[in-house]
């Protein structure tokens, strides 16, 4: 049976508040989320785009225009894999996981373009109802959908030690048949996918038995959820795909891909999330200080971090850790495994981990990312596709990741071209959120 999402249902049963009149969005050239549309009008009413290109249909007569001449406008980015109130300035942990913290962290995906936010699990049990609130105002910041807790290993990942999980909202089945019950009764609770880890952490804890996410993804395809795993290795990875998951939710690290399992994704559908960023926020800040001099990377970053991470003794001190090498290397066969399977025609997500950990910067992250995709050989316009129109795709998420008539008017304004320099997503002029403007340039 093929999954489909309670998404559209949900969406539907949404009434999003609308603007007060048709709004003309104009002379912006148009990258409508799988192609460049050259200077073309967008037509928004109320919460949706109604219109793009010439002609431009009678309602747009009476409409506020909005002249963004020498502007790029593209979709909303759309993240398949984050995290939010699972940080406090320097601190991680379930202890900060409350409405207002998941607020304040959807703001910050909202201020830096992101306008739809997967938060793949760690979430307490109050995201139910925190859902249900944000997504009725775009105010509160980017659209949220996620896994709930999730489904994770007993003594094993996600670390509950390492990650702060004092009341630990993660399933642990002990058995196949608990793990159907973890499904049925996440999905009692409204989970919008079913997310699992598969990771012994290097060898440092358990790896979920093969039996238990075997039972999983077969009772959510049951039920009609997606599954997203969290891996690292090519061995996890070709097990769960011959398992038939949905989604690899971060990239093959260990090991290079062979063509086979390429070949299987592909003719499976099997979505990829390479999440290249993971491994190199732990240098990549030590190693590039002067970034923590511009306004687009300090304001994304709680004073505490910023001040800790100025410090040029924290600098060396990150920098010889021993975890490093490995993470240099993790993202190296990141970005190999990435160039294999976008050739073989795998289908790509978008995400980075943000929010989960402090160095996991929400929103500078994603435009990290985008950098990251054309690293390993994605044009601008195919990273941007990945971020826009293919995130979307992969969650089912048909009313959005696109600029087009009866799209959300979901839409990010840049300065400069990103087309041009990938670099220039990060030249955010405004963003639209359900035909709001909710933010404006990125400033300290
Ligand atoms: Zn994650």
Same mark, same amino acid.
């Not at 409405?99 to 109050?126: E, I, K, P």
């Not at 924290?314 to 976008?342: D, F, H, T």
């Not at 435009?367 to 596709?385: D, N």
């Given at each position: ?41 967008? %037509? @928004? ?24 001449? !020498? ?15 699972? =940080?406090? *300035? ?25 306008? /739809?936010?997967? &938060? ?41 030690? &390492?990650?702060? %999980?004092? $009341? ?33 952490? *290097? ?40 398992? $038939? ?5 971060? !990239? ?29 926020a ?11 001099? =511009? ?8 004073? /505490? ?16 850790? +021993? ?27 978008? *995400? /980075?981990d943000s929010g989960a950990m402090?160095q996991r910067v929400? !929103?500078?992250a ?7 995709? /054309? ?15 293919? +995130? ?13 008539? *009866? ?34 340039? @990125? =400033?300290?």
């Amino acid at each position: 049976m093929r999954p489909t999402l309670p998404w559209a249902m949900l969406l539907a049963a949404i009434a999003l508040p609308a603007a007060a009149e048709p709004v003309l969005l104009e002379n912006a050239r148009v990258f409508d989320g799988t192609r460049d549309l050259g200077i073309t009008p967008v %037509l @928004i009413d109320g919460a949706r785009i109604v219109h793009v290109g010439n002609p431009l249909p009678a309602a747009a007569t009476g409409a506020r225009r909005i002249d963004y001449h !020498g502007k790029t406008l593209l979709p909303g980015l759309v993240s398949d894999h984050a995290h939010v109130g699972n =940080t406090d *300035g320097l601190e991680h942990g379930d202890r900060y996981y409350t409405r207002d913290n998941v607020v304040r962290d959807l703001r910050q995906f909202q201020r830096y373009g992101v306008t /739809t936010v997967t &938060a793949l699990g760690m979430n307490g049990h109050d995201f139910f109802a925190i859902r249900r609130e944000v997504n009725a105002d775009p105010k509160l910041g980017a659209q949220l959908y996620g896994a709930g807790g999730g489904i994770g290993a007993v003594d094993g990942a996600p670390p509950a030690a &390492a990650m702060g %999980l004092q $009341r630990d909202a993660v399933a642990r089945p002990r058995n196949a048949e608990e793990a159907r019950a973890a499904v049925a009764s996440q999905q009692a609770d409204g989970v919008d996918l079913i997310k699992l880890w598969v990771d012994n952490l *290097g060898g440092k804890v358990p790896m979920m038995p093969a039996e238990i996410y075997r039972a999983a993804i077969a009772e959510a395809h049951a039920r009609g959820l997606k599954v997203a795993a969290h891996i690292r290795d090519l061995d996890q990875a070709r097990d769960l795909v011959d398992a $038939r998951v949905d989604i690899i939710a971060h !990239g093959i690290r260990d090991r290079a891909v062979d063509p086979m399992l390429v070949r299987k994704m592909r003719e499976q559908g099997t979505g990829y999330i390479a999440t290249v960023n993971i491994d190199e926020a732990n240098y990549w800040y030590a190693e590039n200080p002067q970034q923590l001099q =511009t306004p687009f990377l300090r304001a994304a970053l709680p004073s /505490t971090v910023r001040e800790r991470w100025e410090q040029p003794q924290w600098q060396s001190q990150q920098l010889a850790g +021993a975890g490093i090498p490995g993470a240099r290397k993790a993202v190296e066969m990141n970005l190999e495994n990435l160039r294999r399977v976008y050739a073989g025609g795998v289908k790509l997500g978008f *995400g /980075t981990d943000s929010g989960a950990m402090p160095q996991r910067v929400i !929103g500078f992250a994603e435009h990290r990312e985008l950098k990251l995709l /054309t690293e390993a050989g994605l044009s601008p316009a195919r990273a941007l596709q990945v971020a826009t129109a293919d +995130a979307a795709d992969l969650l089912g998420l048909a009313d959005r990741g696109r600029i087009a008539t *009866g799209k959300r008017a979901d839409l990010l304004v840049l300065d400069a071209d990103p087309l041009a320099d990938i670099e220039n997503s990060r030249s955010i002029r405004v963003v639209w959120q359900a035909g709001q403007e909710v933010a404006g340039p @990125i =400033t300290e």
